[in-house]
């Protein structure tokens, strides 16, 4: 069974700059959640994807959104991109919601990692 | 919101010792508690997780202990070995949800 496929691996853009990540979870899961990971912040939560509809979101700017298709993929978007937002953005995935029940467990990608010039 | 905290931020211990790493949350309505290891430029995996009606959990040489009283949960390595050192994040979650909130991560130096 293949993992969490994120694309692309490693992006530089520049500051302005809009960014589009995608991730294909787990074949069968339908819940995809995004982190932000970074040496200062630490790893912080930034939104949950259940059947193409949004269960829960971060405390992040608006610049920051995503979406989740009918195949359960999902892709987030930054935009007007700053030097903070550097990092390396982890999708993950479960086979539904609500990690408490048993037997559901959430498998992180790789990852992508931005780097802002 | 859901707050965790994490300590010690960092760890060394020697070959063979036991390594233990203690975490507190805010929220009372969390009650699933994971542990990932990940390594350096690695993804988060996985090693053990624990839900609220239980107290103790053991997979091998790894264990977790959970007080829902004191709102904390530890992570205990014993007979470390050299492939044990990462960085340890353990994470709280909400009943009914799926988002993780993490402590700040340990990292953990076994020196053979």
């Known amino acids: 069974k293949a993992g969490v496929t994120q694309t692309p691996r490693y992006l530089i853009k520049t500051r302005g700059q809009q960014v589009t990540l995608s991730c294909s979870p787990i074949?069968?899961?339908?819940?995809v959640s995004w982190y932000q990971q970074t040496p200062g912040q630490g790893l912080q939560f930034l939104f949950e994807?259940?059947?193409?509809?949004?269960?829960n979101k971060g405390n992040f700017p608006g610049r920051f959104s995503g979406r989740q298709f009918s195949n359960s993929r999902s892709e987030m978007n930054v935009s007007t991109l700053e030097l903070g937002d550097s990092a390396l953005y982890l999708c993950?995935?479960?086979?539904?919601?609500?990690?408490?029940?048993?037997?559901?467990?959430?498998?992180f990608g790789a990852g992508s990692r931005l780097t802002v010039l | 919101g859901e707050n965790v905290e994490q300590h010690p931020s960092t760890l060394s211990v020697q070959e063979g010792d036991s390594a233990v790493i203690k975490c507190t949350y805010s929220?009372?309505?969390?009650?699933?508690f994971p542990w990932y290891k990940q390594e350096l430029g690695k993804r988060p995996q996985l090693i053990i997780d624990?839900?609220?009606?239980?107290g103790e959990k053991k997979d091998q040489r790894i264990a977790v202990t959970l007080n829902k009283t004191a709102k904390h949960f530890s992570l205990h390595i014993t007979e470390t070995q050299p492939e044990d050192s990462a960085v340890y994040f353990c994470?709280?979650?909400?009943?009914?949800?799926?988002?993780?909130?993490f402590g700040g991560g340990t990292r953990v130096l076994v020196k053979p």
């Open positions: 624990i839900r609220s009606n239980v």
């Open positions: 074949s069968g899961h339908r819940s």
């Open positions: 929220d009372s309505a969390s009650n699933y």
């Open positions: 994807y259940f059947s193409e509809t949004q269960r």
């Open positions: 993950a995935s479960s086979p539904r919601t609500d990690l408490s029940s048993g037997a559901n467990v959430l498998t």
């Open positions: 994470a709280a979650v909400k009943a009914a949800g799926n988002k993780l909130t």
